[in-house]
Nanobody, 123 residues
Framework: VQLQASGGGLVQAGGSLRLSCAAS????????MGWFRQAPGKEREFVAA????????IYADSVKGRFTISRDNTKNTVYLQMNSLKPEDTAVYYC?????????????????WGQGTQVTVSS
């Protein structure tokens, strides 16, 4: 059971990045998925989540209108398109699989986590 996040890097403020999370999970397509992030010295925080079909999506207020979460169940992959990046978006980004068909902001609802990918936004 693995979640492999990729796509992080260094980008200037206003730029874009696309994160990917590939899952080697037999039940990937039946579960909600989420993205979280953790900046140095801060708690892990919710970014975005979506349901197993991708038709129910929620975002943190801080990223609404700038980030887009999506999934391709044929590829067992979930994506996070990040536009208009700000220095405060700098963090390690983690993908996670929900225990349920929906995605939620609560970390306790997730039972599998990826290793994280670093996103650094310079001003």
């Amino acid at each position: 059971v693995q979640l492999q996040a990729s796509g992080g890097g260094l980008v200037q403020a206003g730029g874009s990045l696309r994160l990917s999370c590939a899952a080697s999970l037999r039940t990937f397509s039946n579960n909600g998925m989420g993205w979280f992030r953790q900046a140095p010295g801060k708690e892990r925080e919710f970014v975005a989540a979506l349901s197993w079909r991708g038709d129910s999506i929620i975002y943190a207020d801080s990223v609404k209108g700038r980030f887009t979460i999506s999934r391709d169940n044929t590829k067992n992959t979930v994506y996070l398109q990040m536009n208009s990046l700000k220095p405060e978006d700098t963090a390690v980004y983690y993908c996670a699989r929900s225990r349920y068909p929906t995605g939620t902001p609560d970390t306790s609802n997730y039972n599998y986590w990826g290793q994280g990918t670093q996103v650094t936004v310079s001003s």
